[in-house]
Nanobody, 113 residues
Framework: VQLVESGGGLVQSGGSLRLSCTAS????????ITWARQAPGKGLEWVSD???????YYADFAKGRFTISRDNAKNTVYLQMNDLKPEDTAAYYC????????RGQGTQVTVSS
């Protein structure tokens, strides 16, 4: 299993970013993918899920601002993040299971006020 996140960066409050998670080494099209984040000094926090049938689920803080989507032809899941806030600052990870071996290395998102 390999997951590679990209698209993070520094953005001002109210700005947008699109994160990508490119997968290999497993049957992507039949797998659910999770985005989670970890802010400095805090634990891992669930952000969003997308299932193989396209069903999507969001944490309360993400509803209305974040959109998860997938492109099975590219083995990629996206997380479009709009109206970013300083409290969204974190390392963002995608994962296909709860074990750390099923998680990518993360991409840093920093939102300045």
């Amino acid at each position: 299993v390999q997951l590679v996140e990209s698209g993070g960066g520094l953005v001002q409050s109210g700005g947008s970013l699109r994160l990508s998670c490119t997968a290999s080494g497993f049957s992507f099209s039949i797998s659910s993918i999770t985005w989670a984040r970890q802010a400095p000094g805090k634990g891992l926090e669930w952000v969003s899920d997308i299932y193989s049938d396209g069903s999507t689920y969001y944490a309360d803080f993400a509803k209305g601002r974040f959109t998860i989507s997938r492109d099975n032809a590219k083995n990629t899941v996206y997380l479009q993040m709009n109206d970013l806030k300083p409290e969204d600052t974190a390392a963002y990870y995608c994962a296909t299971c709860s074990d750390s071996s099923c998680r990518g290395q993360g991409t840093q998102v920093t939102v300045s006020s």
